[in-house]
């Protein structure tokens, strides 16, 4: 399935180059319009980040994601940015999101995530994991990509799987808003080494023909942003592929 994906931050649609604030566009396109005719155009499923909750967690746009929700009501809604206890989960299941993407946390407070497995059933969490590659050995970067964990991704999504872990949402940081393509190795080793997990590509996605290359190698959920904002083609043209 492809997944549209938008960033706001300040209710305007963005994108970050490789995660930094510093290097931010802003697009001309209303949030709520824009998936409205994400929605025309064939998608059941989204993708949302709010900006202002990654960056500073008690900033998020509660108000404005309650307009979001109220717009899309037809759209199945997985949303993250800045999740950092149960509070934050709770309302956001509240306002109608589906699934909930947790990042830095599931790295820096195991046992809270595994609660959120618990309480909330693997089928509506989703971890977000972000890696850079070195040697081969897939490092665990957080807090806005500005920290190495040194955590390798294998370990954690082990980690996981006795909580009945799911969903991952994979991104090779190094890939990230450059158009160049995804990392297709990297997926298949996943792939390979994880069959139960659905796999959500991220990052680096430039053309169909990436497209088509994921759904090749059985990516579960191939999620773009960048590409549809920059019209290299359209989520129709993608959903056809």
């Keep these: 399935m492809i997944i549209p994906a938008l960033?706001?931050?300040?209710?305007?649609?963005?994108?970050?180059?490789?995660?930094?604030?510093?290097?931010?566009k802003y697009y001309k396109y209303n949030v709520i319009k824009q998936l409205l005719k994400y929605k025309s155009q064939g998608a059941h499923f989204i993708h949302l980040v709010d900006l202002n909750g990654a960056q500073y967690s008690e900033n998020k746009q509660y108000d404005f994601l309650k307009e979001?929700?109220?717009?899309?009501?037809d759209l199945t809604?997985?949303?993250?940015?800045?999740?950092?206890?149960?509070?934050?989960?709770?309302?956001?299941?509240?306002?109608?999101?589906?699934?909930?993407?947790?990042?830095s946390l599931a790295v820096t407070d195991k046992n809270l995530v595994v609660d959120f497995f618990k309480i909330y059933g693997p089928e509506r969490i989703v971890l977000a994991l972000d890696v850079n590659i070195y040697d081969n050995k897939k490092e665990l970067y957080i807090n806005g990509w500005g920290l190495n964990t040194k955590i390798?991704?294998?370990?954690?999504?082990?980690?996981?799987?006795?909580y009945g872990l799911?969903?991952?949402?994979?991104?090779?940081?190094s890939k990230d808003g450059t158009l160049s393509g995804p990392n297709l190795n990297l997926y298949k080793e996943i792939i390979n080494t994880f069959p139960t997990i659905k796999i959500q590509s991220s990052g680096g996605i430039g053309s169909l023909n990436d497209v088509i290359n994921l759904k090749k190698i059985g990516v579960h959920n191939i999620i773009i942003g960048k590409a549809i904002l920059e019209k290299k083609f359209t989520l129709l043209e993608a959903n056809l592929c």
């Design 152 to 162: 390798l991704l294998e370990d954690i999504i082990k980690y996981y799987l006795v």
């Design 7 to 24: 960033d706001f931050f300040n209710k305007k649609i963005v994108r970050l180059y490789q995660g930094n604030y510093d290097n931010i």
């Design 77 to 103: 809604v997985q949303i993250g940015g800045g999740i950092r206890n149960i509070q934050d989960v709770d309302v956001l299941f509240k306002l109608g999101a589906a699934r909930i993407v947790i990042g």
């Design 68 to 73: 979001i929700f109220h717009s899309v009501k």
């Design 166 to 173: 799911k969903y991952i949402l994979c991104t090779d940081i």
